[in-house]
């Protein structure tokens, strides 16, 4: 551990789908967030843990800041106002390829309410804007607060200024010793990360109504006896049966794809052989109910 060892909270904010989940991710260098091109895809505060000689970063992951329009969405702009008040650093990020809006402004503008906090504005997914589109976006979102400490274009996807960001944010960390042993990248539970694991595969093509009404719980991980293979029993809740019907698809090919493509991140995770069950469940209106979003663990 150097001399002057720098730790601390860091977490990104901005509209749903600004890419803050693939930032996360990138910087962890593991996926520990799932991520798709469906607003509000993360639900919770996903930790990720970046480990240097001179520091070690704790990235929080949360949802999109949006206007709800059920309690689960309440409830997710409640875990990010918590997170926000918690945190040694704000990166608040936009995409080059869109113009500041008023959701950019008011996120923005929000930020005031968090005096605590450095505050970084963070330009992502350059990789696939005209330098044009990027210079043009920098001045936006630089004109937008008198008191970024940088502002910074990158790609988490091509990995480009992924080691400036780094740099700045732990030069911003508070001087302390590493909150988390060596090694470790995330504090998610096997469980919830299989979960969303296997959310992020029934996200997958989608209609756009239906993302929102998705929830996964795992119900049950065993080692099968005299076996190499690990058992996975997991139930893909829904709000209506025709919602059911979508998911399952044509004779259970949909279902099926789905556990076909959640089970390859599931048996790297777990290191074994994986035997997937999916369920699909239906729990009426699971977002408005406060019951059944405890049950989910909202």
């Known amino acids: 551990m150097t001399e ?29 967030a799932i991520t798709s091109e469906k607003p509000q895809t993360t639900r919770r505060a996903i930790r990720g843990i970046l480990n240097r000689p001179d520091g070690q970063l704790v990235i929080v992951d949360t949802p999109g800041i949006h206007r709800p329009r059920t309690l689960l969405g309440e409830r997710l702009n409640d875990l990010v106002e918590q997170v926000l008040g918690d945190v040694d650093l704000i990166g608040f990020c936009v995409p080059a390829t869109e113009k500041i809006g008023p959701g950019d402004r008011r996120i923005a503008a929000s930020l005031d309410g968090y005096p605590r906090a450095k505050k970084i504005a963070i330009v992502t997914k350059t990789d696939v804007a005209q330098r044009d589109q990027i210079t043009e976006r920098l001045i936006e979102v630089d004109a937008l607060r008198e008191d970024w400490d940088a502002v910074i274009p990158l790609s988490a996807l091509i990995g480009e200024q992924l080691d400036v960001l780094t740099d700045e944010i732990l030069a911003l960390m508070p ?108 729990a009426k209106e699971w977002q408005r109910d406060p019951k059944q979003l405890g049950r989910l663990g909202f």
């Open 4 to 32: 002057h060892f720098r730790s601390g909270f860091a977490t990104f904010v901005g509209r749903p789908n600004v890419g803050k989940s693939t930032l996360t991710n990138a910087l962890v260098g593991e996926k520990i």
């Open 175 to 282: 001087e302390g010793p590493a909150l988390y042993p060596e090694g470790v990248v995330t504090d998610e539970s096997t469980s919830d990360r299989i979960a969303e694991m296997i959310r992020e595969a029934a996200l997958d093509g989608v209609r756009d109504e239906l993302p929102h009404s998705i929830a996964v719980v795992v119900d049950d991980i065993a080692p099968r006896e005299d076996s190499d293979l690990t058992d996975v029993h997991a139930s893909i809740v829904v709000e209506r049966d025709s919602q059911k019907a979508i998911i399952i698809g044509r004779k259970g090919a949909r279902l099926a794809d789905v556990g076909k493509r959640a089970r390859v991140g599931i048996e790297e995770l777990l290191g074994t052989r994986v035997f997937l069950g999916l369920h699909v469940k239906v």
